[in-house]
């Protein structure tokens, strides 16, 4: 019986577990991957302490200071059920089953698919999710980036020093971005923003070869060797059993990060918190931290 359970390993699950660390609690981190959606960031320039850093820079330290302490990580493994009967709460996952006292939930988001035809055919084969990750493999391509808001804003503008030609491509009648981004957007020679335009498929052979877009309500085909999708992003929650959760699957907390379950504990994206940003769910990590820590305090 463990005191505490940290699933996920991104900003907020991080900074839990060496607030849990500190505090001496018997604990263990489970998590699909280290980093989180910090590893997914382009360039950071708001994150205090660091003028400029990019996100699988902050990512490395922020692992790299949870290891310092000789903490139990369960890397690459899924947890696929959480849920409280009797006062115990159990955990299982794709690899193993655990019990503990408390949990903080830190399992963050996951990205929004288009659903379109050939998305899945050409997932890894020129349609990506991230342009963090991939975006050097499109080297002096056209590619189309889709989202108008800060996602898609961030990986257009990574792409300015990769691709040939990129067009963004905004179901949105204007662009939702910070005002900063999109003036640098507009800046760009390379990027053509096209609003009010929605995918309609994805085509190519082997890889991609383009897009299919309706727009002013035409269908056209765009030639494109890389699409990457940035339209948002999906609570990772479905496995939490018996917390509330709001109209987005986000899970509702209060200040303490506390839910409505007693010893379950939430921080970071997969809350209802109203900003999703790293240095958020940092701070939201070390503060789910020290309400389980007091919630152990007053149950033992």
Partial sequence: MLDLIVIGAGPAGITASVYAARKKMDFLVISKDIGGQA????????????????????????????????????????????????????????KSAYEAKTVIVASGKKTRELNVPGEKEFKNKGLTYCATCDAPLFSGKDVAVVGGGNSGLDAALQLTKIARRIYLVNIAPEITGDPVMEEQVRKSSIITVLNDTRVTGVTGDKFVTGISIKRNNKEEALAVGGVFVEIGLIPNSG?????????????????????NAGGIFAAGDVTDVPEKQIIIAAGEGSKACLSAFRYLLQHN
């Fill in 239 to 259: 496995f939490v059993k018996g917390v509330e959760k709001n109209e987005l699957g986000e899970i509702k907390v209060n200040c303490r990060n506390e839910t």
């Fill in 39 to 94: 590893a997914w960031s382009g360039d950071i320039e708001n994150y205090t302490g660091y003028q400029f850093i990019s996100g699988p820079e902050l990512a490395s330290k922020f692992e790299d200071h949870m290891r310092q302490y000789d903490i139990t990580v369960k890397d690459n493994e899924e947890v696929r059920e959480v849920k409280k009967l009797d006062g115990i709460i159990s955990v299982a996952s794709d």
